[in-house]
């Protein structure tokens, strides 16, 4: 299955155990309180479930829901 941005909004939503809602697709995700390792925790999940091929630094760069999902190719 593909990984969407609502699939990545509910991820990045579980992992700082927030409501998807209350998660802007388009502002910095470390000002919500997300931090490296869970960058980390996030990328591991999607490279199993999904086969996302990135690196940490490409999250890292720019850690925003949008900018990650054109990073890994989510329509």
């Known amino acids: ?12 939503a579980d992992c700082l155990g ?7 697709v388009d502002e910095n995700l470390v000002d919500h309180g997300l931090d490296s390792v869970r960058i980390m925790a996030l990328l591991e999940r999607w490279r199993r479930a999904h ?6 630094a490409d999250l890292a760069e720019q850690p ?4 990650w ?7």
């Open 69 to 75: 999902a054109s990073r890994l190719g989510v329509a």
């Open 1 to 12: 299955m593909a990984l969407t941005l609502e699939q990545i909004r509910n991820d990045v």
């Open 51 to 56: 086969d996302v091929e990135a690196d940490f």
């Open 18 to 24: 927030e409501d998807p809602a209350d998660i802007p």
């Open 64 to 67: 925003a829901i949008q900018a």
